[in-house]
């Protein structure tokens, strides 16, 4: 009688206040991070990427964080059973050319697509191009659903920011942002911020394949801030090519181990 | 195939009740005799015979006029009731219930249980057959008492002393038997198909295999209707809509637990909001897989809930769910995280999709996955 009692009190509290108003230990996410197997695992402090919040790989013009972003789904879409990309800038689409970066004197006619690796799971992946008010929610909702993986091809309106960390948190999803700035409030909805700056292309018998970047953890709510990392980020030119891994973390020069930003 | 066959009254019999232990007798005036009473029958009166020679014959019967619908409903409800105990069920209108018991687990608690729902529904005590096809079931739960089994272990045995006048033959084709000298089953299953259908036609071929116990008919499965609702009425009438969604949400939770139990999913859902005064309003929807956990019917419901605007005070919610079909039962993947969510993630893609568009969402399809060209590997499909 009780129980009974304890769950319609637990519904009404839902109905009245939201569904992230009270969550059972149960539906918590598990505290394992995500191993994603590239050297941004060192850089979180927790050896992978956290479930149920915000990731953000940030930096102005062709740094490497879109060729990153998509070696994460490829594997994610591996792992996990839905993997699903939110393009919020409706430029994510095949041909389309590239609107900013300095890619496009190189690659010409940008297809974002190309730099997914070769290897992705298709049945898992989905993409929704939606205007970026109605994104907020369509990523809330596959969040609460259970998607595994989410990226976050922009930003996500000021208020659907909380709803959309309690539902990736309510399901332990994985939830990537790439932006080149990010806003106030996205920043501030993060809990792992990583920065990328190009430093030298790499070049392989007059044949652009790749970039050297530095990639700086901004901010850490997970772990504390382990510094920056100097990454070799290479495009995925061919299925057949003797590459060891589309992401080799490079030896700094300088190494500078210091705690980049306070928690937000 | 193993079958059970209970034998009762007819349907139009058995929606009166109160006429048992009296002749009854029931058709259109000026037509045939639908159904007779065993005490009706005593007097001679058969179906079949014209309505008017059974009220010579039997004077003193009641004489009811037939109810098809009635007696529909009957059928229905006897066929829900027996659709607890095995996958195969038919019930006809003259009084034959027969279930397929072959591979149902403890069939003998299955049969028992039979004969209890039948008792419930007639009023009066099936006589039961078991044997392997419908047709030699029927036979022996003609021979049966009431209340009790009889069980054939082999039909063309069993049959071969009885009249062949049991086959389903019309009146001319059974007097042509009995001119050629077939007068049992025995006789019949000793000749050839061929023989006996170079003079009856395709029926004579068939009452040889029935005859011959080899059971040619299949029963026709009953289906449940594909369809439920649910709905709540407010006294008085409700405007504050966090109170619909709660009563929607506990609505969409019945009929998660009545498709659980039907292994059914719902794949159209339709909302409808009876006001006070005004013409109810209704909204509904198609989703492209089975919607069965309260999870994905109150997603889509609560989501139409939140952005309706009634007009008027809102006295009745109905919630319908007209077309269902099999819930899908996947296999798991088994290396995959959060695939058990998978039913979730893509009802919300269809919403999004009902909502915003198709070409909202795209999915790829694979093309030549290993050319080194990107816009080659694969294509997008909404």
């Known amino acids: 009688m009780q129980a009974a009692q304890l769950e319609h009190a637990i519904s009404t509290i839902r109905v009245r206040f939201g569904s992230q108003a009270l969550t059972r230990a149960a539906e918590l996410p598990p505290p394992q991070p995500w191993p994603s197997r590239t050297p941004l695992d060192r850089l979180s402090g927790i050896e992978g990427l956290p479930r149920g919040r915000l990731t953000l790989l940030a930096g102005s013009g062709t740094c490497g964080k879109l060729t990153l972003a998509l070696s994460l789904l490829a594997a994610a879409t591996r792992e996990f059973a839905h993997a699903v990309v939110i393009d919020t800038r409706g430029g994510f689409q095949k041909g389309s ?16 697509w190309s730099l997914l690796p070769f290897d992705p799971e298709l049945s898992s992946l989905a993409v929704v191009r939606l205007d970026p008010d109605p994104s907020g929610e369509a990523a809330t909702t596959l969040a609460r659903a259970g998607a595994g993986f989410i990226l976050l091809m922009g930003e996500v309106p000021e208020q659907w920011l909380g709803p959309l960390e309690a539902g990736a948190n309510r399901s332990g999803t994985v939830l990537i942002g790439v932006v080149d700035a990010p806003g106030r409030a996205f920043a501030h909805a993060s809990s792992l911020s990583l920065g990328f700056s190009r430093t030298e292309w790499v070049w392989d018998r007059d044949q652009l394949v790749g970039m050297k970047t530095t990639a700086r953890c901004l901010k850490n709510r997970v772990a504390p801030p382990l510094g920056e990392s100097e990454l070799e980020i290479r495009y995925p030119l061919g299925p057949g090519l003797p590459f060891k891994a589309p992401v080799m973390e490079v030896p700094l020069h300088a190494v500078e181990l210091e705690c980049a930003s306070a928690v937000v | 195939m193993r079958v059970c066959c209970g034998l009762t009254n007819h349907l139009e019999l058995a929606k009166r009740p109160d006429l048992y232990g009296g002749p009854v007798v029931v058709g259109e005036w000026e037509e045939h005799v639908i159904a007779a009473s065993e005490e009706a029958s005593l007097f001679g009166v058969v179906p079949g015979m014209p309505l008017r020679q059974a009220g010579h014959l039997c004077p003193q019967a009641t004489f009811l006029a037939p109810d098809p619908d009635a007696a529909a409903n009957l059928r229905e409800l006897i066929s829900s009731a027996l659709y607890d105990l095995a996958p195969v069920v038919e019930v006809r209108a003259e009084g034959i219930a027969s279930i397929d018991v072959s591979g149902v687990v403890r069939s003998g608690e299955s049969i028992r249980e039979a004969r209890r729902r039948l008792r419930a529904a007639i009023g009066r005590e099936p006589r039961l057959g078991l044997a392997p096809g419908p047709f030699s079931a029927r036979l022996a739960a003609a021979r049966a008492r009431p209340g009790r089994l009889m069980q054939v272990e082999d039909p063309r045995t069993f049959l071969a002393p009885l009249t062949s006048r049991e086959l389903p033959l019309d009146e001319e084709q059974l007097e042509r038997l009995d001119l050629l000298g077939l007068r049992t089953l025995g006789a019949v299953a000793a000749i050839g198909p061929r023989e006996l259908e170079s003079q009856l036609g395709r029926e004579g071929r068939h009452a ?17 209707p594909q369809f439920t609702c649910a709905h709540r009425q407010f006294e008085p009438a409700v405007e504050d809509r966090e109170a619909l969604l709660f009563v929607s949400r506990a609505l969409c939770g019945d009929l998660a637990a009545e498709l659980g139990l039907r292994g059914a999913g719902a794949k159209q859902v339709r909302v409808r909001l009876a006001y006070e005064s005004n013409q109810p309003d209704e909204r509904e929807s198609i989703v492209r897989h089975p919607l069965s956990s309260q999870a994905e019917l109150f997603g889509l419901i609560g989501q139409w809930i939140k952005e309706w605007q009634p007009r008027a005070p809102v006295t009745e919610l109905w919630i319908e769910l007209p077309v269902l079909e099999a819930a899908g039962r996947r296999q798991l993947r088994l290396w995959s995280g959060g695939d058990g969510n998978s039913e979730e993630v893509i009802a919300a893609l269809e919403r999004l999709q009902e909502r915003h568009g198709d070409g909202v969402v795209s999915k790829p399809r694979p093309a030549l996955l290993s050319s080194p060209l990107p816009t080659q590997r694969f294509d997008w499909v909404s």
């Open chain 1, 97 to 112: 050319p590239r609107t900013h970066g300095e890619a496009s004197e190189f690659v010409g006619n940008f297809d974002p």
């Open chain 2, 208 to 224: 040889v295999l029935l005859a011959r116990g080899a059971e040619p008919d299949e029963l026709i499965a009953w289906r449940p």
